[in-house]
Nanobody, 124 residues
Framework: QVQLVESGGGLVQAGGSLRLSCAAS????????MGWFRQTPGKEREFVAG????????RYADSVQGRFTISRDNAKNTVYLQMNSLKPEDTANYYC?????????????????WGQGTQVTVTS
């Protein structure tokens, strides 16, 4: 079993930046593709970004393309999400998750382990 812990969320003004981290314990993340998702109350969990096991394949949601950057440091067993030019509509609880599948899936059902989430609030 993989335990994931997100950190780095907080309150920021529009246009600002945050960097989220997702640290894993018990298992090494190099065996998994990783994804970041976000969710607001009453809405479904939304794919934000994903990265393959080796880091050579990355995909983003259209809504964050050009503003967010996903990366991973397998030596540190950590995945990051750099978020720049934040907008109020980016406000959500952000989750990282692991996928044992091939490539970089975007469907939440393809991910098996999830963290507890970290809240990001962007004020206008």
């Amino acid at each position: 079993q993989v335990q994931l812990v997100e950190s780095g969320g907080g309150l920021v003004q529009a246009g600002g930046s945050l960097r989220l981290s997702c640290a894993a314990s018990r298992r090494t993340l190099r065996n998994y593709a990783m994804g970041w998702f976000r969710q607001t109350p009453g809405k479904e969990r939304e794919f934000v970004a994903g990265i393959s096991r080796g880091g050579d394949n990355i995909r983003y949601a259209d809504s964050v393309q050009g503003r967010f950057t996903i990366s991973r440091d397998n030596a540190k067993n950590t995945v990051y999400l750099q978020m720049n030019s934040l907008k109020p509509e980016d406000t959500a609880n952000y989750y990282c998750a692991t996928s044992a599948g091939i490539g970089v899936p975007a469907n939440p059902s393809a991910f098996n382990y999830w963290g507890q989430g970290t809240q990001v609030t962007v004020t206008s």
